[in-house]
């Protein structure tokens, strides 16, 4: 088991409890990120090549079954559903297929609003709740998994 996070997405407070976590549970973390993020800690560090997409395909090529991802990104929560034990979003919940579908349609949908010229809402400041929403999610993603 390893914890995968998307370091070009993954707000820093989120990727520090995830390596707070990796180091109490004896977990192995990588970061996966472009060269254009300096990524410092106790954790491995993959570093790609700018380009769209890049670090997603790597996170792809690098997962396993028994791996939890973090990362902000729908699309790559979508590929990966069926590849590793559980995917988290930094806000504090789980991908399912339950909940997927409707993600993929607000993503959607933004963009769709983009390419007409309009104009969508960037993220919002990242709140305390949120990274105890976050930190509470990954604990319990964690011992759920250590007991199987």
Avoid: W
Avoid at 56 to 69: G, S, T, W, Y
Avoid at 74 to 93: C, E, Q, R, T, W
């Amino acid at each position: 088991m390893k914890i995968i996070v998307d370091g070009d997405g993954c707000p820093q407070k989120a990727r520090k409890i995830c390596e707070e976590y990796a180091a109490y549970f004896m977990i192995d973390m990588v970061v996966v990120s472009s060269i254009d993020h300096n990524m410092y800690g106790d954790f491995r560090t993959i570093i790609v090549d700018k380009g769209r997409d890049s670090a997603d395909f790597r996170i792809i090529e690098i997962a396993r079954k028994d791996d939890v991802v973090v990362t902000q990104d729908y699309g790559l929560a979508s590929l990966l559903l069926d590849k590793v034990y559980a995917i988290l979003n930094p806000v504090g919940f789980t991908y399912t297929y339950e909940n997927m579908d409707k993600l993929l349609m607000k993503r959607y949908m933004g963009q769709k609003i983009r390419r007409g010229g309009g104009r969508t809402r960037g993220p919002k400041k990242r709140k305390r709740q949120e990274d105890l929403l976050f930190e509470e999610e990954l604990l319990k993603t964690i011992e759920n998994k250590l007991k199987r």
